[in-house]
């Protein structure tokens, strides 16, 4: 393919319509554009092309650093994928309707840019991704997106980052926008979960960090019946668990992260075998990275493997001094860690 991209255009018109449409699917976007312009024939195969960019600091040998002009040589309902990792003069979120797919880094949007993001209109975005929005931005964001029509195709919306938002979500108010499947949340607050899942009636998957314990006056109104798909860090894992897990029955895969707290490690198992058969009958793969500091304690970790059939995979790694991890996924203690 190299090869033909690089001859000359006038030996590509001797290739049919059907083979060229194939070969520029797979060009780069800075590559295919200069074929824009060459004639009517490459022009109109070119327009159906449909385009997946991302948009990060050029290389130094790259040409247009500043403002990638040869953008502008595509009609904007081309690009169905956009990742802006930069700064981007040009961008204009309301002209690009037909995006399937947009990730952002609000590092790099000023005011209003970003406020494009808040009155866009993309019936056709299905994955929204959200990097480093800004504080004093976050609350009136999330709630934008979560509910609101502007967005009728979205499945996946993820927000990440340093900051948390905790807009004031109605507690028994379904959103418009009930397509959302995935909701990925650096952070929340346990005492807005109801409220949130009762926001996005057909969630399935969820994943978040909840950086305090889940209160014991949480009360859920309802069951969460699509939920299958749970991950989170919880501030004290067994009894956490056991607040979360009575309103998800259907639960299928569960991961769980934290540090269990200064107690018997066998204990925190022993609850957790106890949650699970309670609440996630359904439940068919479960992971687990718990940390544990302690001098005494040391559990041998075939006990913890017969508690219950999904903790075979469990292994303890042992880091400096004291430190213990207990998990499914890891073949040696983390050095770098929130626990450490």
């Known amino acids: 393919m190299s090869n033909i991209i690089s001859s000359k255009?006038?030996?590509?018109?001797?290739?049919?319509?059907?083979?060229l449409f194939e070969i520029f699917k797979y060009v780069k976007t800075?590559?295919?554009?200069?074929?824009?312009?060459?004639?009517?024939?490459?022009?109109?195969?070119?327009?159906?092309?449909k385009l997946s960019i991302d948009?990060?600091?050029?290389?130094?040998?790259?040409?247009?650093?500043?403002d990638f002009n040869y953008l502008k040589r595509f009609?904007?309902?081309?690009?169905?994928?956009?990742?802006?990792?930069?700064?981007?003069?040009?961008?204009?979120?309301?002209?690009f309707t037909k995006l399937r797919s947009l990730k952002?880094?609000?590092?790099?949007?000023?005011?209003?840019?970003?406020?494009?993001?808040?009155?866009?209109?993309?019936?056709?975005?299905?994955?929204?991704?959200?990097?480093?929005?800004?504080?004093?931005?976050?609350?009136?964001l999330l709630i934008t997106i979560l509910d609101s029509e502007r967005f009728p195709s979205l499945t996946l919306c993820q927000f990440s980052g340093e900051f948390y938002y905790m807009p004031e979500l109605k507690e028994y108010y379904t959103s418009?926008?009930?397509?959302?499947?995935?909701?990925?949340?650096?952070?929340?607050?346990?005492?807005?979960?109801?409220?949130l899942l009762n926001l996005l009636p057909n969630l399935r998957r969820f994943e978040t960090n909840f950086l305090e314990s889940i209160s014991e006056s949480l009360k859920f109104n309802m069951h969460y019946i699509t939920l299958e798909n749970l991950r989170i860090?919880?501030?004290?894992?067994?009894?956490?668990?056991?607040?979360?897990?009575?309103?998800?029955?259907?639960?299928?895969?569960?991961?769980v992260k934290g540090k269990i707290p200064d107690?018997?490690?066998?204990?925190?198992?022993?609850?957790?075998?106890?949650?699970?058969?309670?609440?996630?009958?359904?439940?068919?793969?479960?992971?687990?990275?718990?940390?544990?500091?302690?001098?005494?304690?040391?559990?041998?970790?075939?006990?913890?493997?017969?508690?219950h059939p999904l903790f075979k995979m469990i292994e303890c790694h042992f880091g400096k001094l004291i430190n213990q991890c207990y998990a499914t996924n890891l073949t040696e203690y983390p050095i770098f860690n929130e626990y450490a």
């Not at 824009?36 to 195969?45: A, L, M, S, T």
């Not at 418009?176 to 409220?195: A, E, M, Q, V, Y």
Request: net charge negative; glycine share 2%.
């Open 9 to 19: 255009p006038s030996r590509l018109e001797l290739l049919p319509n059907e083979i």
């Open 30 to 49: 800075i590559d295919l554009h200069r074929f824009v312009g060459y004639n009517q024939r490459i022009n109109n195969i070119i327009s159906d092309v």
């Open 55 to 66: 948009i990060q600091y050029p290389e130094e040998e790259e040409e247009e650093v500043e």
């Open 75 to 95: 009609l904007p309902n081309q690009f169905i994928r956009l990742e802006l990792r930069c700064r981007w003069g040009a961008f204009n979120l309301h002209v």
């Open 104 to 140: 952002i880094d609000c590092n790099y949007l000023p005011e209003n840019q970003f406020n494009q993001v808040l009155t866009a209109n993309l019936p056709d975005l299905q994955r929204f991704s959200i990097d480093n929005v800004p504080n004093y931005y976050g609350k009136e």
């Open 176 to 195: 418009p926008n009930s397509k959302i499947r995935t909701l990925i949340l650096n952070r929340w607050d346990g005492s807005s979960l109801c409220s």
């Open 233 to 255: 860090t919880l501030n004290d894992p067994s009894n956490d668990l056991e607040k979360i897990l009575s309103c998800m029955p259907n639960l299928k895969y569960l991961r």
């Open 263 to 307: 107690r018997s490690v066998l204990e925190c198992f022993e609850k957790m075998t106890k949650t699970i058969g309670i609440y996630s009958s359904n439940l068919q793969k479960f992971d687990c990275e718990l940390y544990f500091h302690a001098w005494i304690d040391q559990v041998d970790i075939l006990v913890i493997q017969k508690l």
